[in-house]
């Protein structure tokens, strides 16, 4: 499984519960491709937000963000670095 | 000679001695096909036929045929012909009766002599294939259904000439026509036909019988009747009127009797009134009857044999009371008793007798798991809510219950009353545990009525599968001797003239006491027949006694006091005083309390009821019907367990609305017990009720009435019942029913895709809503063509994915929209299903839509799929020109994989067209494509590069492509490509002469379940398993 990054951006500032629920109501096409949801960082602006995934690829994160309506700039595979100790 | 016999169950003989079948189900059923469709099948065939297994089912297949070999093949003689790719049956100088039918009468049944026609009769044992329809194996079933109608339909032909051609002589006619009534149940002519002959051949009592059934029938169907039978009846009553003075003609009333008759339970001479004397106790006559029964069950008990006897006899002749005889006999040893009672009206009721005869065990001797087990049946017993239920499970259970008893308290006795009402569910669990029993010492014993019992086929094929078995003795019961019936009628009226009892009764025990009973206050002018007789006492009873009796007789053969007083508007004191004088005057009887307050009752004999019931006028009937099915639909406890009951009371109330929906709850109800048989009667009744109804709550109640008929069992003509499904999910849409629009697309869609596996409906269902909930109409269409898209993707659910784009299609011209999502998916679907002409035009429409929109997404995913089924058709110079189009698409599209993508298929259209140059592209957009991590479509760019590198021999190339393919097809789980990438990698090693390699790909391809995958994947897949087998028998012929 790979770390899915998807940055939005949107031109009005949006209520973090309404992108919720948009893909909330999601839920199941997600899971049929396998997809599940990490974090989500929302900016204070509420214009930008980047969502992390966990998911066999980011096609399939395209695909599913797609279908939800949910709008993003870009969709990349990631790898994490952790600061070592 | 080799003799195959298909019409019954299976038999195979060799000069003329039968040979042993082999145990499996599924080699019958193949040999039965090769034998009868006579041509040769290819092997693929035979084992999606009956072998939808994951595990090697040509290696199942290949075992069956050894099976069918030993059974068939001679020396020097094979019959069973095979080679790599097909099978088939040589039935050359081997007689087959179906086909010796079909021969014989190859110019007509018209033009065949009577002697023939006689012969043919005679070769249908039971109906085509009897207990070999695999339902779970859709192929199989369909065919065997299809062929089961066909040979009815002739059977019924040619016994229909005979009964005519025969008709001068009765008594010759007469087993053909009975046999017609039982093959064709509901044809009233055949019926009409068989009460005339019986009366012409001096059997007015028989056709009484016959009338009565046919009668019940057909007002139980709610079918209209053409008169006919009522016409044979009357114009033979002046006849019998006379017939009845020398004989006990049972001339009941005109009018067609009740539905709901009960048993002749508790015909027992202590129970009838005795206007002098103490009642009679003893069991008058039938003492060598009496004997074999006492001996069967010692010999049970001793020999640890299990029996089961079967008592028949006339109505009233006495078989309730030597059942009860021997249940008596039973108890006294200390043994166990289960002895259960078949209604007429029970047939919605599946296990009805079973049910009756479990819960009067002590509930001590059901243990923890058995109850768990029998839950379906006893809900009572369940201890775990969430336990898994079979009916196998369930059959296994009662069988352990009893070999238990067997085990702690033997002998076990199962007695089951007027089994010619038995339902099919209860048949078929009598016929698996007398079979599971017969090394136990357990006596079944049963009792039914010889004139009704043809009636019910599945009771029937169990009593010839017992006498198969060896495993049944039969007993009939004949009328008492002069002697006996002057002691019976002794006992209970000792003034009485015995001689002319015995006259006016012929023997008939509940006719000589009835008769008795009259002659003690009438002396001239006795009524002639036993109704008259019944309805000469019931006159003569106090008003509310009489009230009570008619309540009665419409509640049923049995009610409880307590429902009584429910239903009616009589008083408690009235009612115990009122139940107590017809006690007294043996009218009724009690019959344990049953766990009820005030105990339960049943009329002394069922023909006591019709009388009472024939009585009452027709709206009053109704009447009385309507409170009955009102109060029982408004129960606080009403439950599924009472539907049929409802939808029996609420149709003879003529309320079609309430008893359609009683047929939808006692339907689920059956399918939830395992009673298919039981829930697919519900359900065709249920529907001729829904019917009457109006719009829009007659398409509603249609469309659920039809999922549970599909369910029950699968539809015969697919094509058919997909069109009226589609109609009645049409109409219900136009009424604005989403809900159940939304059924029918549903069912219908799993016609077409899960082949009648109705068991995730309702999670299915649940997923369409969670898309569609809270958006306004356009968006629902949207949202659940888009849903539907991604399923067609992932080639997951796809019966799903067809039933919503379905209702979002039907919707879509209602909410004046058009998503391209629509015919982009279904052109997946169809190209899945392996209809590419249609996906083409499909999306070539979802292009002009997407266009239309100006909507670049969806017309880039709609010319991506077009270039990638021409490059499928392999018509690579349309594919070239689509894919420059798709590059240009593709770059105007900023984010994603669909820019590479759109190069990597135009690459590939110009590599396939053998342009060295585009292989360095290739190169760049797979390269692209991993980047872009689209790791399903660098899976099919991968093995379709493999394909065209090992057509242009480099097979080393395509091997790592195909290698890469699989393990990304393999991360996302997709059933195609992986199919795919092993048939590339099968032939790249088979290039580099890597036997081992091939093998492996090969085995992975056999153990892939190729269910789940594309048309076109499965025919390469079948390519290359038949391409294998060709190259290995030749090198088997070099080795040899």
Same mark, same amino acid.
């Given at each position: 499984m790979e770390h899915v990054v998807v940055e939005r951006v949107f031109d009005e500032p949006v209520d973090f519960d309404e992108v919720q629920a948009l893909e909330d109501r999601n839920a199941w096409c997600l899971e049929l491709h396998r997809i599940r949801f990490l974090r989500t960082y929302f900016s204070s602006d509420r214009r930008r937000m980047i969502c992390v995934y966990e998911a066999p690829d980011a096609e399939s994160v395209r695909l599913a963000n797609r279908q939800a309506g949910m709008p993003f700039e870009r969709v990349w595979t990631a790898s994490i670095h952790e600061p070592s100790e | 000679m080799l003799t195959l016999r298909f019409l019954g169950e299976i038999e195979v003989a060799r000069g003329g001695e039968g040979l042993v079948l082999p145990p499996s189900k599924k080699t019958r059923a193949l040999l039965a096909y090769l034998v009868v469709t006579g041509r040769p099948h290819r092997r693929e065939r035979l084992c999606s036929l009956l072998w939808d297994i994951p595990d090697d089912p040509r290696g199942a297949l290949r075992w069956s045929l050894s099976k069918l070999r030993a059974l068939v093949d001679e020396p020097g003689e094979h019959r069973i012909v095979a080679d790599r790719e097909t099978v088939a049956f040589d039935g050359a100088e081997a007689h087959v009766d179906l086909l010796a039918i079909g021969t014989q009468l190859a110019e007509g049944v018209e033009a065949a002599s009577t002697q023939e026609l006689e012969e043919s009769a005679r070769a249908f044992r039971g109906e085509f294939l009897e207990g070999l329809e695999l339902t779970h194996f859709h192929d199989f079933y369909a065919w065997c259904v299809a062929e089961r109608e066909e040979a009815r339909i002739l059977h019924v032909k040619i016994l229909d000439t005979l009964v005519e051609r025969l008709s001068p002589q009765p008594e010759d006619a007469l087993p053909h026509a009975r046999t017609l009534v039982h093959v064709d149940p509901f044809n009233e002519s055949a019926r009409a036909t068989l009460v005339r002959l019986l009366a012409a051949a001096g059997r007015p009592r028989e056709a009484e019988q016959q009338y009565q059934a046919g009668s019940r029938l057909f007002e139980e169907l709610g079918s209209e009747s053409s008169g006919e039978l009522l016409d044979a009846w009357q114009s033979l009553r002046e006849p019998s009127a006379t017939a009845s003075r020398r004989g006990p003609a049972v001339t009941a009333a005109a009018a067609p009797m009740a539905p709901h008759a009960p048993g002749d339970a508790g015909l027992e001479p202590d129970r009838l009134d005795a206007p002098a004397g103490a009642p009679p106790t003893a069991l008058v006559g039938r003492h060598a009857e009496r004997a074999r029964l006492i001996a069967a069950l010692s010999e049970a008990e001793a020999r640890r044999r299990g029996r089961v006897i079967l008592l028949t006899g006339e109505p009233g002749v006495g078989k309730t009371r030597l059942l009860a005889e021997l249940i008596a006999a039973a108890r006294q040893r200390g043994g166990t008793v289960l002895d259960g009672c078949a209604y007429e009206a029970e047939s919605g009721r599946p296990y009805g007798p079973w049910i009756d005869a479990l819960r009067r065990l002590p509930p001590v001797s059901v243990g923890e798991t058995i109850g768990t087990d029998l839950a379906p049946l006893l809900p009572e017993l369940a201890k775990e809510t969430k336990a898994q239920h079979s009916r196998d499970r369930l059959f296994g259970a009662v069988v352990d219950l009893i070999a238990a008893r067997a085990h702690s308290a033997a002998p076990v006795l199962l007695a089951l009353d007027d089994v010619q009402w038995c339902d099919d569910a209860s048949a078929e669990l009598l016929h698996y545990v007398a079979r599971m029993n017969r090394h136990r010492p357990v006596l079944v014993a049963l009792a039914a009525r010889d004139g009704e019992l043809p009636d019910n086929a599945p009771m029937l094929r169990v009593l010839r599968g017992l006498r198969r078995d060896r495993l049944l003795d039969e007993l009939s019961l004949g009328p008492l001797s002069r002697d006996e019936t002057e002691q019976l009628v002794q006992e209970v009226a000792?003034?009485? *003239?015995g001689d002319r009892v015995f006259a006016e009764s012929a023997g008939n025990p509940l006719f000589a006491l009835e008769v008795a009973r009259s002659l003690t206050y009438r002396h001239d002018d006795v009524p002639q027949t036993l109704s008259e007789l019944v309805r000469d006492r019931i006159d003569r009873l106090p008003p509310t006694a009489g009230d009570v009796l008619r309540w009665g007789a419409v509640l049923g053969q049995t009610f409880s006091a307590r429902r009584l007083t429910e239903m009616t508007p009589i008083d408690l004191d009235g009612l115990m005083s009122a139940l107590e004088t017809l006690e007294r005057h043996a009218l009724l009887s009690e019959v344990g309390n049953g766990g009820e307050p005030g105990g339960t009752y049943a009329f002394a004999h069922d023909l006591v009821r019709r009388v009472v019931y024939a009585e009452l006028s027709e709206p009053r009937r109704r009447l009385m019907h309507w409170r009955i099915a009102k109060a029982l639909h408004d129960?606080? *406890?009403? *439950?599924?367990?009472?539907a049929a009951d409802i939808a029996h009371h609420a149709a003879l109330a003529g309320e079609a609305s309430m008893a359609a929906r009683a047929c939808v709850s006692a339907g689920h109800r059956c399918l939830r017990v395992f009673a298919n048989t039981e829930a697919y009667a519900l359900a065709r009744r249920g529907m001729r009720y829904a019917e009457q109804l109006c719009e829009p709550e007659r398409v509603k109640l249609l469309l659920e009435l039809t999922q549970i008929s599909f369910a029950a069992r699968r539809p015969p003509r697919l094509g058919e019942a997909a069109r009226t499904i589609e109609d009645l999910a049409e109409r219900a849409l136009d009424h604005g029913c989403l809900e159940h629009a939304r059924l029918g697309f549903h069912v219908l869609s799993y016609l077409r895709w899960e082949r009648g596996d109705w068991s995730d409906a309702q999670r299915h269902t649940m997923r369409a809503e969670l898309v569609s909930r809270s958006a306004d109409e356009k968006e629902q269409v949207v949202a659940m063509a888009e849903a539907a898209r991604c399923l067609a993707v992932l080639e997951r659910d796809l019966g799903q994915a067809e039933a919503l784009l379905l209702e979002a299609g039907a919707l879509s011209e209602r909410a004046g929209v058009e998503p391209v999502a629509i015919p982009d998916a279904m052109g997946m679907l169809r190209l899945h299903q392996g209809q590419p002409e249609e996906a083409a035009e499909l999306f070539q429409h979802a292009r002009t839509l997407a266009r239309r929109d100006g909507d670049r997404m969806g017309e880039f995913q709609a010319l991506e799929h077009l270039v990638m089924l021409e490059l499928q058709r392999e018509r690579c110079a349309d594919a070239c020109a689509l894919s420059e189009e798709l590059v240009t698409i593709g770059d105007k599209l900023r984010e994603g994989s669909e820019a590479p993508f759109a190069r990597a298929l135009s690459a590939l259209s110009h590599y396939a067209m053998g342009e060295e140059e585009a292989r360095a592209n290739l190169e760049q957009a797979l390269e692209a494509l991993e980047h872009a991590d689209a790791k399903h479509r660098l899976a099919y760019a991968l093995t379709r590069a493999a394909d065209i590198d090992l057509r242009r021999g480099n097979a080393e190339l395509a091997r790592t492509r195909a290698a890469e393919a699989l393990d990304v097809a393999g991360l996302l789980g997709r059933p195609s490509e992986i199919a795919l990438a092993h048939v590339a990698l099968a032939r790249a090693a088979s290039a580099l002469s890597d036997h081992e390699g091939v093998k492996r790909h090969l085995d992975e391809l056999g153990h892939e379940r190729l269910g789940g995958v594309s048309a076109h994947v499965r025919r390469a897949v079948e390519t290359l398993l038949a391409e294998d087998g060709a190259v290995r028998s030749k090198r088997e012929v070099r080795g040899a």
């Amino acid at each position: 499984m790979e770390h899915v990054v998807v940055e939005r951006v949107f031109d009005e500032p949006v209520d973090f519960d309404e992108v919720q629920a948009l893909e909330d109501r999601n839920a199941w096409c997600l899971e049929l491709h396998r997809i599940r949801f990490l974090r989500t960082y929302f900016s204070s602006d509420r214009r930008r937000m980047i969502c992390v995934y966990e998911a066999p690829d980011a096609e399939s994160v395209r695909l599913a963000n797609r279908q939800a309506g949910m709008p993003f700039e870009r969709v990349w595979t990631a790898s994490i670095h952790e600061p070592s100790e | 000679m080799l003799t195959l016999r298909f019409l019954g169950e299976i038999e195979v003989a060799r000069g003329g001695e039968g040979l042993v079948l082999p145990p499996s189900k599924k080699t019958r059923a193949l040999l039965a096909y090769l034998v009868v469709t006579g041509r040769p099948h290819r092997r693929e065939r035979l084992c999606s036929l009956l072998w939808d297994i994951p595990d090697d089912p040509r290696g199942a297949l290949r075992w069956s045929l050894s099976k069918l070999r030993a059974l068939v093949d001679e020396p020097g003689e094979h019959r069973i012909v095979a080679d790599r790719e097909t099978v088939a049956f040589d039935g050359a100088e081997a007689h087959v009766d179906l086909l010796a039918i079909g021969t014989q009468l190859a110019e007509g049944v018209e033009a065949a002599s009577t002697q023939e026609l006689e012969e043919s009769a005679r070769a249908f044992r039971g109906e085509f294939l009897e207990g070999l329809e695999l339902t779970h194996f859709h192929d199989f079933y369909a065919w065997c259904v299809a062929e089961r109608e066909e040979a009815r339909i002739l059977h019924v032909k040619i016994l229909d000439t005979l009964v005519e051609r025969l008709s001068p002589q009765p008594e010759d006619a007469l087993p053909h026509a009975r046999t017609l009534v039982h093959v064709d149940p509901f044809n009233e002519s055949a019926r009409a036909t068989l009460v005339r002959l019986l009366a012409a051949a001096g059997r007015p009592r028989e056709a009484e019988q016959q009338y009565q059934a046919g009668s019940r029938l057909f007002e139980e169907l709610g079918s209209e009747s053409s008169g006919e039978l009522l016409d044979a009846w009357q114009s033979l009553r002046e006849p019998s009127a006379t017939a009845s003075r020398r004989g006990p003609a049972v001339t009941a009333a005109a009018a067609p009797m009740a539905p709901h008759a009960p048993g002749d339970a508790g015909l027992e001479p202590d129970r009838l009134d005795a206007p002098a004397g103490a009642p009679p106790t003893a069991l008058v006559g039938r003492h060598a009857e009496r004997a074999r029964l006492i001996a069967a069950l010692s010999e049970a008990e001793a020999r640890r044999r299990g029996r089961v006897i079967l008592l028949t006899g006339e109505p009233g002749v006495g078989k309730t009371r030597l059942l009860a005889e021997l249940i008596a006999a039973a108890r006294q040893r200390g043994g166990t008793v289960l002895d259960g009672c078949a209604y007429e009206a029970e047939s919605g009721r599946p296990y009805g007798p079973w049910i009756d005869a479990l819960r009067r065990l002590p509930p001590v001797s059901v243990g923890e798991t058995i109850g768990t087990d029998l839950a379906p049946l006893l809900p009572e017993l369940a201890k775990e809510t969430k336990a898994q239920h079979s009916r196998d499970r369930l059959f296994g259970a009662v069988v352990d219950l009893i070999a238990a008893r067997a085990h702690s308290a033997a002998p076990v006795l199962l007695a089951l009353d007027d089994v010619q009402w038995c339902d099919d569910a209860s048949a078929e669990l009598l016929h698996y545990v007398a079979r599971m029993n017969r090394h136990r010492p357990v006596l079944v014993a049963l009792a039914a009525r010889d004139g009704e019992l043809p009636d019910n086929a599945p009771m029937l094929r169990v009593l010839r599968g017992l006498r198969r078995d060896r495993l049944l003795d039969e007993l009939s019961l004949g009328p008492l001797s002069r002697d006996e019936t002057e002691q019976l009628v002794q006992e209970v009226a000792p003034n009485v *003239d015995g001689d002319r009892v015995f006259a006016e009764s012929a023997g008939n025990p509940l006719f000589a006491l009835e008769v008795a009973r009259s002659l003690t206050y009438r002396h001239d002018d006795v009524p002639q027949t036993l109704s008259e007789l019944v309805r000469d006492r019931i006159d003569r009873l106090p008003p509310t006694a009489g009230d009570v009796l008619r309540w009665g007789a419409v509640l049923g053969q049995t009610f409880s006091a307590r429902r009584l007083t429910e239903m009616t508007p009589i008083d408690l004191d009235g009612l115990m005083s009122a139940l107590e004088t017809l006690e007294r005057h043996a009218l009724l009887s009690e019959v344990g309390n049953g766990g009820e307050p005030g105990g339960t009752y049943a009329f002394a004999h069922d023909l006591v009821r019709r009388v009472v019931y024939a009585e009452l006028s027709e709206p009053r009937r109704r009447l009385m019907h309507w409170r009955i099915a009102k109060a029982l639909h408004d129960l606080e *406890d009403a *439950d599924e367990d009472i539907a049929a009951d409802i939808a029996h009371h609420a149709a003879l109330a003529g309320e079609a609305s309430m008893a359609a929906r009683a047929c939808v709850s006692a339907g689920h109800r059956c399918l939830r017990v395992f009673a298919n048989t039981e829930a697919y009667a519900l359900a065709r009744r249920g529907m001729r009720y829904a019917e009457q109804l109006c719009e829009p709550e007659r398409v509603k109640l249609l469309l659920e009435l039809t999922q549970i008929s599909f369910a029950a069992r699968r539809p015969p003509r697919l094509g058919e019942a997909a069109r009226t499904i589609e109609d009645l999910a049409e109409r219900a849409l136009d009424h604005g029913c989403l809900e159940h629009a939304r059924l029918g697309f549903h069912v219908l869609s799993y016609l077409r895709w899960e082949r009648g596996d109705w068991s995730d409906a309702q999670r299915h269902t649940m997923r369409a809503e969670l898309v569609s909930r809270s958006a306004d109409e356009k968006e629902q269409v949207v949202a659940m063509a888009e849903a539907a898209r991604c399923l067609a993707v992932l080639e997951r659910d796809l019966g799903q994915a067809e039933a919503l784009l379905l209702e979002a299609g039907a919707l879509s011209e209602r909410a004046g929209v058009e998503p391209v999502a629509i015919p982009d998916a279904m052109g997946m679907l169809r190209l899945h299903q392996g209809q590419p002409e249609e996906a083409a035009e499909l999306f070539q429409h979802a292009r002009t839509l997407a266009r239309r929109d100006g909507d670049r997404m969806g017309e880039f995913q709609a010319l991506e799929h077009l270039v990638m089924l021409e490059l499928q058709r392999e018509r690579c110079a349309d594919a070239c020109a689509l894919s420059e189009e798709l590059v240009t698409i593709g770059d105007k599209l900023r984010e994603g994989s669909e820019a590479p993508f759109a190069r990597a298929l135009s690459a590939l259209s110009h590599y396939a067209m053998g342009e060295e140059e585009a292989r360095a592209n290739l190169e760049q957009a797979l390269e692209a494509l991993e980047h872009a991590d689209a790791k399903h479509r660098l899976a099919y760019a991968l093995t379709r590069a493999a394909d065209i590198d090992l057509r242009r021999g480099n097979a080393e190339l395509a091997r790592t492509r195909a290698a890469e393919a699989l393990d990304v097809a393999g991360l996302l789980g997709r059933p195609s490509e992986i199919a795919l990438a092993h048939v590339a990698l099968a032939r790249a090693a088979s290039a580099l002469s890597d036997h081992e390699g091939v093998k492996r790909h090969l085995d992975e391809l056999g153990h892939e379940r190729l269910g789940g995958v594309s048309a076109h994947v499965r025919r390469a897949v079948e390519t290359l398993l038949a391409e294998d087998g060709a190259v290995r028998s030749k090198r088997e012929v070099r080795g040899a």
